[in-house]
């Protein structure tokens, strides 16, 4: 598909001919290597896909780039800062670099975010895009001009689950005390247990005697003060 930038329409490769029109940079960016015919459907690339051993360096930055933004690095103590995801960005941009020497078309979404102009209007991940934010911990909006500590004290060893969202919306709502793999957990135990409950139910060897008068440990005590029989409720 012959993909233009936004704003322009997006032609098919079956209208091309017929209206005349060529894609200015289908010939200047090409993988290293040659490429491989892979027409988008949606007309938002050029088609030029990277041959295997290009491919396998895109998606080999990518999984260290992940690797190097994954959450276990809370897991790990480890601090993420801005320099490590500007570090990132910046892997993944020698890796297209490296790939497509004369960069991809200005219309390709990997290259407009690569460059800070992606247009996401009108997208799912617009939603996603926090431009002015708040943070919040148990229901109380953690204002800039104050201190953590004084929302959770002085101890050092202290750990809260801090959670973003848009400046202006609700506090957002509290998690799950329980992961659904341990609510799946409780549930399993609670019906083994139901279980052995009702097996030792119904292994019971004849101990209802206990409960009868006869076998009441108090019983001459209580006929000599003359509270043998004594019951509570309405006649």
């Not at 004369?102 to 431009?131: F, H, K, R, W």
């Amino acid at each position: 598909c012959l993909g233009l930038p936004t704003g322009k329409a997006v032609v098919s490769t079956q209208s091309t001919g017929e209206l005349k029109l060529t894609d200015e940079y289908e010939r200047k960016c090409i993988p290293q290597g040659g490429s491989m015919e892979c027409p988008d459907n949606i007309g938002r690339r050029s088609g030029k896909a990277p041959n295997e051993s290009m491919a396998e360096v895109i998606m080999k930055t990518i999984t260290d780039v992940k690797e190097g933004l994954s959450a276990k690095l809370v897991t790990a103590n480890r601090v993420l800062e801005l320099k490590e995801v500007q570090d990132n960005m910046n892997k993944l941009r020698g890796a297209i670099m490296i790939v497509y020497p004369m960069n991809l078309p200005p219309y390709d979404p990997v290259q407009a975010e690569l460059d800070g102009c992606e247009d996401l209007s009108g997208t799912q991940a617009s939603l996603e895009v926090i431009e002015q934010g708040a943070l919040w911990w148990a229901g109380k909006e953690l204002l800039p001009e104050k201190l953590l500590l004084d929302y959770v004290g002085k101890n050092e060893k202290t750990k809260i689950v801090v959670k973003l969202s848009k400046k202006g919306q609700q506090a957002p709502g509290r998690e799950q005390q329980l992961t659904e793999e341990q609510k799946k957990e409780m549930m399993a135990w609670q019906y083994r247990k139901q279980e052995e409950m009702k097996k030792l139910h119904e292994a019971d060897d004849g101990d209802d005697y206990l409960n009868s008068q006869w076998a009441n440990p108090n019983s001459l005590k209580n006929s000599f003060h003359g509270i043998g029989n004594i019951k509570w409720g309405p006649k």
